[in-house]
């Protein structure tokens, strides 16, 4: 018996004793259930994925459904997930999926990872999970997982790293019991490998692990060499109408909030009054400078100044922006950037 299949062996036998089945995505398993799951799942843990995952399944249950919303309904569903380009390629991919597809997943590799928003190791999972098509994945619970295991050294983020990681992922995973094989190592990748604290005692891998014999697993992956993460500064106009409502404008689909809704922006708490002026034609006598707060994107860190402005009459023109006077007590269905349904929530309280 080759390395290669005791390893699979191992892994496969720790699943199924061990091994989660009863998640949303592991019921009624369709492609598409498996798409929106490992989307989801990107940069975000299980367990806060399933509540977004079902309310997603329910407003839309098939692809058809999902590529017949409107990105704003599909962006509320998202709000608070993060990473919104996620959001915004799955509806765009379904969009695709539909209409050159007939609303039915390509069956291969290759043709999935040409769909917006899935790269080769979603690809795998899709077509190994939901397909039966024996694929490869590499998601960063695979990584930590094949990292340790052979103490590869190096930042995966590098090609040579990434070639060997995809060259040992495709050599591992066995012709039979493949789709039990991805799921099982995703699963201990995030339930037994974990980033700080590897649980090796117990890992079926342990009697041949090579990073647990240097003493210290964590080492793998190593990082990503540092770089200070630049700091940027914004100030977010929350302008009250004497109604109540508050103007959010939708930002570009390029960008940090692509899409989203949120307060006008202005670089200094001072263009407020030039900006109120120039976009509503009004003037202002209150405005409060809230406590402000910092922001981390994965390229840099954001600091916001909230100014709350209490308008004395209801403005018509905002000019050209795309436009929406916010009823807190009667909260339009809008994908909202993260900060700015925290400031909302913050001012009702
Ligand atoms: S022995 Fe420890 S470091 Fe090695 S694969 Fe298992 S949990 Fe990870």
Redesign the pocket.
């Known amino acids: 018996m080759s390395s290669n299949s005791l390893f699979s062996d191992a892994v496969l036998a720790w699943y199924h004793q061990h091994g989660r089945k009863h998640l949303p995505w592991q019921q009624n398993i369709t492609p598409y259930r498996v798409w929106v799951s490992e989307i989801m799942l990107q940069q975000t843990q299980v367990s806060t994925v399933i509540p977004y995952f079902e309310r997603f399944m329910q407003g839309f249950p098939d692809v058809t459904a999902l590529a017949a919303a409107s990105q704003d309904d599909v962006l509320h569903h998202w709000t608070g997930l993060g990473y919104y380009a996620r959001g915004r390629n799955l509806h765009a991919c379904a969009q695709i999926i539909s209409a050159k597809y007939d609303g039915e997943f390509p069956q291969n590799v290759d043709a999935l990872t040409e769909l917006p928003g899935i790269g080769r190791s979603t690809a795998g999972a899709i077509a190994s999970i939901s397909m039966g098509i024996r694929a490869p994945i590499l998601d960063g619970n695979v990584k930590r997982?094949l990292t340790?295991?052979y103490a590869i050294e190096g930042w995966p983020g590098t090609t040579t790293v990434q070639n060997a990681l995809w060259q040992i992922a495709e050599d591992l995973t066995p012709v039979h019991s493949h789709r039990e094989y991805t799921q099982a190592m995703m699963d201990l990748g995030a339930t037994?490998?974990t980033r700080s604290k590897?649980?090796?005692g117990i890992?079926p891998?342990?009697p041949d692990?090579a990073?647990?014999k240097t003493g210290k697993?964590t080492q793998f992956p190593n990082s990503k060499p540092k770089k200070e993460k630049p700091e940027k500064h914004t100030v977010l106009l929350m302008i009250e109408a004497p109604d109540g409502t508050l103007l959010l404008l939708q930002r570009p689909q390029q960008g940090i909030w692509g899409g989203l809704w949120s307060f006008p922006e202005v670089k200094q708490p001072d263009d407020a009054i030039a900006w109120v002026k120039s976009h509503l034609g009004l003037e202002y006598k209150q405005a409060e400078l809230l406590p402000s707060f910092r922001h981390t994107f994965s390229h840099y860190h954001l600091h916001i100044q909230p100014l709350h402005i209490q308008l004395e009459q209801l403005a018509t023109a905002v000019g050209e922006h795309n436009d929406h006077w916010y009823n807190p007590d009667n909260p339009s269905a809008l994908g909202l950037a993260a900060p700015v349904k925290e400031l909302l929530q913050a001012l009702r309280r």
């Open positions: 997982v340790r295991f037994l490998c590897p649980a090796c890992c891998l342990q692990c990073g647990l697993p």
